[in-house]
């Protein structure tokens, strides 16, 4: 493996598959991709949020701080996540802002374009009627990937 892509949130599952995969990645020397996203609805929110804010210190929020935030977030998760021995891992963050239908698919062009040949994803817990009928992220992942995918679940 030369890069790993770990798709990322803020939920135990997250952080424990962060952390699998940096001493993965450390254990193999490769590089690793946060990908971290935000919803035009977490987008829209901060925009509200910011509009007071921006009044009174002239401030300005657009979909590059949004970036920025979700760039922050997953440094920040990084940092929680890896221990000291895994201080060595290279790793850079890729942040969106898409809607929750469109994470394969976005997850999916990042890890072409970055030539990640390793995708680490959380899937749901569901009833082999459910994923069948409603599908998730990971399913979407593991069927349209060209490379080795780790799953996790909630």
Request: with cysteine; hydrophobic share 40%; charged share 30%.
């Amino acid at each position: 493996m030369d890069r790993g892509l770990v798709v990322i949130n803020d939920t135990e599952a997250h952080k424990r598959l962060l952390r699998e995969a940096g001493q993965f990645i450390a254990g193999t020397d490769a590089e690793l991709v946060l990908f971290s996203w935000m919803t035009p609805e977490q987008y829209e929110a901060g925009i509200d949020a910011l509009e007071t804010i921006g009044d009174v210190e002239h401030t300005t929020y657009d979909e590059s701080t949004a970036l920025d935030m979700t760039t922050r977030f997953a440094r920040e998760l990084a940092d929680e996540s890896f221990v000291e021995g895994d201080a060595d891992i290279d790793y850079e963050v890729e942040g969106v802002v898409t809607e929750d239908d469109d994470i394969s698919d976005e997850v999916l062009d990042a890890a072409e374009r970055l030539e990640c040949d390793h995708i680490f994803v959380v899937g749901r817990s569901r009833s082999p009627t459910g994923k069948a009928i409603f599908g998730d992220i990971a399913q979407r992942i593991i069927l349209n990937f060209d490379g080795l995918v780790t799953t996790a679940t909630t």
